[in-house]
């Protein structure tokens, strides 16, 4: 019985789900770009009618989802960090999966940082 | 189990014969693009989103404010264009990975780099035709710098 290879970076486990994570966040991110150079050209018709838009991103759910928007753009970022240091890093392969845990804790350190100031000004009155 | 081997026969070249090196090339902006745009992104969130009111501070006279500075100009036309070349690679390569026929393909990398340029030319445009005191506006809608 020929075993299933072992040890392949991008076949299962945290090398597959990284990379996956990344395309998603990436394809997420790319529509969101679009839109955003879209809203932001209103400043070239009128103040109001930039201020209009913008003030869709004020609303709650709007506020959730910048949320979201934010966390995927963290982790594509970080997720891009770990993929640079298994191309350029010598034992870069070797680490993937430390590094993934490493990605995992970092993000959830600068989400503790942006959330809780986000959601204030989101939630908050003014 | 046993393992059986498709013969090709030689020479294995792949079809067509475009052989350069773009494809390398787009492997190494990838790299060099991600790492420009954490620090352009990262920043420009920390900016827009975590300074200040955040995102309900934001509004025509927070544009203006930033971009009667050439230093927030220039980062925004390199963050917009570095972000639409990743990006669309990026597509790209997803659009490879799973439309198979052919003519799918080409339809989605159309639509794809379209986009690409009606973005760009319009981000672009935008960066530099700017006017934040435009004549005839609502003084206070406008930055303070426009009512002298």
Redesign the interface.
């Known amino acids: ?2 075993e299933a290879p072992a040890g392949t970076l991008y076949r299962g486990r945290e090398g597959m789900w990284t990379w996956l994570a990344h ?1 998603v966040t ?2 997420a ?2 529509f969101f ?2 839109v955003h ?2 809203d ?2 209103l ?2 018709i ?3 009618s ?2 209009a838009v ?1 003030g869709t ?2 609303n709650p759910i709007m ?1 959730i989802g ?1 949320a979201g928007l ?1 966390a995927a ?1 963290v982790y594509h ?1 970080l997720n ?2 770990r ?2 240091l298994i ?2 890093w010598s034992k870069g392969v070797k680490h993937q999966k430390t590094m993934f845990w490493i990605v995992l804790a970092v993000f959830v350190v600068l989400m503790a940082g ?1 959330l809780p ?2 959601l204030s ?2 939630f908050g009155e ?1 | ?1 046993t ?1 059986t081997t498709v013969r090709v026969p030689a020479p294995r070249s792949p079809r067509g014969s475009t052989r350069t090196n773009a494809e390398l090339y787009g492997w190494i902006f990838m ?1 060099a693009s ?2 420009l ?2 620090v352009l ?2 920043t420009h ?1 920390f900016v827009n ?2 300074m200040g ?9 927070f ?2 404010g930033k971009w009667a500075s050439p230093v927030w100009q220039v980062w925004d036309l390199v963050m ?1 264009w570095l ?2 070349i990743h ?2 690679n ?2 790209r390569t ?1 659009i490879n990975d799973y439309a198979t026929k052919a003519a799918t393909r080409i339809t989605l990398k159309s639509v794809t780099y379209l ?1 690409f340029v009606v ?1 760009v030319v ?2 672009t ?2 960066i530099f ?2 006017d934040p005191c ?1 004549p005839g ?2 003084v206070a ?2 930055p303070s710098f426009c009512t002298a």
Request: hydrophobic share 60%; no cysteine; net charge neutral.
């Open positions: 019985m020929p395309r990436g394809f991110i790319f770009l679009l150079v879209l932001t050209s400043v070239r009128s103040p109001e930039y201020n913008i991103y004020k506020g910048e934010v753009i970022a891009g960090v993929i640079m191309d350029f942006f100031v986000h000004h989101v003014g | 189990m393992a790299r991600g790492a745009l954490l992104i990262f969130l989103l975590l009111g955040g995102v309900k501070a934001i509004d025509f006279g544009v203006a917009l972000a639409m990006g669309t990026g597509m997803i986009a973005i319009l981000g445009l935008v035709t700017f435009p506006a609502d809608l406008l």
